[in-house]
T-cell receptor, first 109, second 115 residues
Framework: GQSLEQPSEVTAVEGAIVQINCTYQ??????LSWYQQHDGGAPTFLSY????GLEETGRFSSFLSRSDSYGYLLLQELQMKDSASYFC??????????FGQGTELSVKP | GAVVSQHPSRVICKSGTSVKIECRSL??????MFWYRQFPKQSLMLMAT?????????EQGVEKDKFLINHASLTLSTLTVTSAHPEDSSFYIC???????????FGPGTRLTVT
């Protein structure tokens, strides 16, 4: 199978750190990507992990463990504007991107 | 750089008519373009993959005769929803990718309402 699992919603306060976990099935897996989507908008790219380890980009970091079929997105110093849906997505052969069901993050003051 | 546009942003049409949605890569050549559909509060569902100059590859369950995809140039792909029905009302989003690049650049989406 090619499905991904991530929590449906997460709530956190401004300034906090939040981790969104994602597990996936390994069939045809090439890499794990994370996208952010604000309500009514287009998804925007956050990160891509093809190899094990941590990738850091500013306040956002993404981690992948291929042996555990697991990854996560770490958001630090949360801001109100980070309230959005976050999708973990898998890259398959041919560059197809299969979206997870998304995690709705609500940042409270 | 890496901007993808879609036109129109919103369209309302009557049941039984056809609607064409355009997806353009404005500042790069997109060897591959993808079409997604998203219902409210749901994830993006990949409909089809199109490569310039060749027929689109449709995902399982997507009717190729209903959703016609043309990728005539390296900067333009079109999706035509034929004989639209109210259940086709959705948010349609395209994305584009350069050769040997993993990142997909998404268009702003087209909200289709069929009455």
């Amino acid at each position: 199978g090619q499905s991904l699992e991530q929590p449906s919603e997460v709530t956190a306060v401004e300034g906090a750190i939040v981790q969104i976990n994602c597990t996936y099935q390994t069939s045809g897996f090439y890499g794990l990507s994370w996208y952010q989507q604000h309500d009514g908008g287009a998804p925007t790219f956050l990160s891509y992990n093809a190899l094990d380890g941590l990738e850091e980009t500013g306040r956002f970091s993404s981690f992948l463990s291929r042996s555990d079929s697991y990854g996560y997105l770490l958001l630090q110093e949360l801001q109100m504007k980070d309230s959005a849906s976050y999708f973990c997505d898998r890259y398959n052969q041919g560059g197809k991107l299969i979206f997870g069901q998304g995690t709705e993050l609500s940042v409270k003051p | 750089g890496a901007v993808v546009s879609q036109h129109p942003s919103r369209v309302i049409c009557k049941s039984g008519t056809s609607v064409k949605i355009e997806c353009r890569s404005l500042d790069f050549q997109a060897t591959t373009m993808f079409w997604y559909r998203q219902f409210p509060k749901q994830s993006l569902m990949l409909m089809a993959t199109s490569n310039e100059g060749s027929k689109a590859t449709y995902e399982q369950g997507v009717e190729k005769d209903k959703f016609l995809i043309n990728h005539a140039s390296l900067t333009l792909s079109t999706l035509t929803v034929t004989s639209a029905h109210p259940e086709d009302s959705s948010f349609y989003i395209c994305s584009a990718r350069e050769a040997r690049d993993y990142e997909q650049y998404f268009g702003p989406g087209t909200r289709l309402t069929v009455t």
